[in-house]
Each structure stands twice: as structure tokens, then as C-alpha cells.
């Protein structure tokens, strides 16, 4: 088991390295004064919609120390959830539910509108990628697996969120586009870790069962409501659009959720770990 500094350092190393890539966008555009076209600022703001995605599902996947996941399986997963976002998800909430419509009117409006129509689709699509694929096959066989596929399933929904976002506005300033998109995949990674989790109890724990499902999307999709309301409140102050505090307090909060997530990954390594010892003394007498 590694130590838990070490665990903390190779976590910091890969938020940092989100925070690094926000760093150097705007030093670029500091010193070059650039001033891209239209078309130069869609390529780029869907370049930023990936690169966080990479990096966040990286150091997910290094977490799954004891039998690593198929890394097609994985990319599945991913890919799976950016596309039903793309088919499923952003039609509903743009379409259907009409969002843009009432969504900001009220500050409670928001908070229910972000939670009871954004965060349950966006969370019902990551349960539904995870559960009808992975789940009932042998591969998701230990109890961090949950953890594993459902932040990859996060970030296929933030990165189609992100590329639709930079695709509506016809681009996007480079710095900002760069901190929308670090945000999404931050934030929609640990949601999906968190339900992820639940996927593994439903499997594995002590309180198996399908309650356990209904549980972890409702835990993601308030938290999914809670964050992005957090975050407008902090950009969106008065007549000024303060993207850097919203990617300051986006990176507390991810931490925090991050603690959660790692104690659980932690105790669901230390369970698998003793459950195959158990195993092997058994075999052995």
C-alpha cells in the first residue's frame, strides 16, 4: 500500500498540472498579444475540451494499482458518455427542459433547475454508460473499479459539454475557454467518482442492492447542482466576470471531493487486498 503522502503528492501533481495548463494558456497569450480567428479559437477551445480530460483520467487510471483496467475499456467508457451527452443530454436540457429559458431567473430556480434537470440528466447518463456496459462484466471485478469507470464517464460528459460550449459561441477566448474547460473536468470527474463509488457497493458491500444506484446519482446530481451554483455566484459578481476565482474555488472544492474519493479508493484497495489474503490462507489449509 503506498503511503498516504505519496498518494496526496501524485494527486497535487495532477491538479496542478490542470492549473499549469490554465498558467500557460495565459502566459501565451500575454506574450503574444495573439488574436486568433473564429476558426482558430473553435480548434483550440476543443484541443482545451480534451487535454483536462487526459490528465484528470490518467491519474484515475494509475489508482487501479491491483488488476488495471482494459485501457479500451476505459476509452469506452469515455467516449460512451461524451456521446450520449451529445445525443441524450444536451437535447433534453437545451430542447426539452428549455433551460436557458428559466434556469437563471431566480437563485433557487437555478439551485433546483441545476440540480433536478441538469444534475439528474447529466448523472443518469453516467449511471447508464457504467451500468449497462462495464458493471455486469467480469472486468469490474474489485470494488475501486466503480470509482475507476465512473470518472471516466464524468469526463466523457464534461469534454462533450466543453466542445459544445466553445462550438455554441463560435469560439472563445483562449485563457477563458481554458478555465471552462479545466472546471467541467474537474468537477464532472469527481461526480462520477462519487457515484462510481456507490456502483461498488452495490456490487461488493455489505449493502448491496439496487437502493444503492438511486443513492449515487442523487448524491451526484446535488452536488452537481451545489457546485455550479457555487460557481456562479464567484464569476458572475456585479458587471464582472471573474473566471479566476471560479477556477480557484473549483479547484477547493474538487479537493475536498478528491479526500473523499481517495479515503474510499484507499479502503476499497485495503478491502480487496485483505479479501485475497483471506482467499490464499483458505486455499492454503
Given at each position: 500500500?503506498?503511503?498516504?503522502?505519496t498518494i496526496?503528492?501524485?494527486?497535487?501533481l495532477q491538479i496542478g498540472?490542470?492549473l499549469i495548463f490554465?498558467?500557460i494558456?495565459?502566459?501565451f497569450v500575454?506574450?503574444?498579444k495573439?488574436?486568433?480567428g473564429?476558426?482558430e479559437?473553435v480548434f483550440?477551445?476543443?484541443?482545451?475540451?480534451?487535454v483536462p480530460?487526459?490528465?484528470w483520467?490518467s491519474?484515475?487510471?494509475?489508482?487501479?494499482r491491483?488488476?488495471p483496467?482494459?485501457k479500451?475499456?476505459v476509452?469506452?467508457v469515455?467516449?460512451?458518455?461524451?456521446?450520449l451527452?451529445?445525443?441524450?443530454?444536451?437535447p433534453l436540457?437545451r430542447?426539452?427542459f428549455r433551460?436557458s429559458?428559466?434556469?437563471?431567473?431566480?437563485?433557487?430556480g437555478?439551485i433546483?433547475g441545476?440540480?433536478?434537470?441538469?444534475g439528474v440528466?447529466?448523472?443518469s447518463?453516467?449511471y447508464?454508460t457504467v451500468?449497462?456496459?462495464v458493471?455486469?462484466t467480469?472486468?469490474?471485478?474489485?470494488?475501486?473499479?466503480?470509482?475507476?469507470?465512473?470518472?471516466?464517464?464524468?469526463?466523457?460528459?464534461?469534454?462533450?459539454?466543453?466542445?459544445?460550449?466553445?462550438?455554441?459561441?463560435?469560439?472563445?477566448?483562449?485563457v477563458i475557454a481554458a478555465?471552462y474547460?479545466v472546471?467541467?473536468a474537474?468537477?464532472y470527474?469527481?461526480?462520477?467518482?462519487?457515484m462510481g463509488?456507490?456502483f461498488?457497493?452495490a456490487?461488493?458491500?455489505?449493502?448491496a442492492?439496487?437502493?444503492?444506484f438511486?443513492?449515487g446519482v442523487a448524491?451526484?446530481?446535488?452536488l452537481?447542482?451545489l457546485?455550479?451554483?457555487?460557481?456562479?455566484?464567484?464569476?458572475?459578481q456585479?458587471?464582472?466576470y471573474?473566471p479566476?476565482?471560479?477556477?480557484?474555488?473549483?479547484?477547493?472544492?474538487?479537493v475536498?471531493?478528491?479526500?473523499?474519493?481517495?479515503a474510499?479508493m484507499?479502503?476499497s484497495v485495503?478491502l480487496?487486498?485483505a479479501g485475497?489474503?483471506t482467499?490464499?490462507?483458505?486455499?492454503g489449509?
Amino acid at each position: 500500500m503506498r503511503s498516504h503522502k505519496t498518494i496526496w503528492k501524485s494527486g497535487g501533481l495532477q491538479i496542478g498540472a490542470l492549473l499549469i495548463f490554465v498558467l500557460i494558456v495565459q502566459l501565451f497569450v500575454w506574450l503574444t498579444k495573439a488574436s486568433p480567428g473564429q476558426g482558430e479559437l473553435v480548434f483550440w477551445g476543443i484541443m482545451f475540451s480534451i487535454v483536462p480530460a487526459l490528465l484528470w483520467l490518467s491519474f484515475f487510471y494509475q489508482r487501479d494499482r491491483l488488476e488495471p483496467e482494459p485501457k479500451h475499456y476505459v476509452l469506452g467508457v469515455f467516449a460512451l458518455g461524451a456521446f450520449l451527452t451529445y445525443a441524450i443530454g444536451i437535447p433534453l436540457v437545451r430542447h426539452v427542459f428549455r433551460v436557458s429559458e428559466w434556469l437563471y431567473l431566480t437563485p433557487w430556480g437555478y439551485i433546483l433547475g441545476s440540480i433536478l434537470v441538469v444534475g439528474v440528466i447529466h448523472q443518469s447518463i453516467a449511471y447508464a454508460t457504467v451500468r449497462y456496459t462495464v458493471y455486469p462484466t467480469r472486468e469490474f471485478d474489485e470494488r475501486i473499479d466503480g470509482i475507476v469507470y465512473g470518472t471516466a464517464a464524468g469526463l466523457g460528459i464534461a469534454t462533450m459539454l466543453n466542445i459544445a460550449y466553445v462550438i455554441e459561441l463560435g469560439g472563445a477566448l483562449l485563457v477563458i475557454a481554458a478555465i471552462y474547460c479545466v472546471i467541467n473536468a474537474l468537477a464532472y470527474a469527481s461526480f462520477g467518482g462519487i457515484m462510481g463509488y456507490f456502483f461498488s457497493v452495490a456490487k461488493f458491500g455489505k449493502r448491496a442492492g439496487q437502493g444503492q444506484f438511486i443513492w449515487g446519482v442523487a448524491i451526484a446530481a446535488v452536488l452537481n447542482g451545489l457546485f455550479f451554483w457555487l460557481q456562479r455566484l464567484l464569476v458572475f459578481q456585479s458587471t464582472r466576470y471573474e473566471p479566476w476565482y471560479g477556477l480557484i474555488a473549483g479547484i477547493v472544492v474538487v479537493v475536498i471531493i478528491y479526500g473523499i474519493l481517495e479515503a474510499l479508493m484507499r479502503s476499497s484497495v485495503a478491502l480487496e487486498e485483505a479479501g485475497k489474503r483471506t482467499s490464499a490462507e483458505n486455499g492454503g489449509e
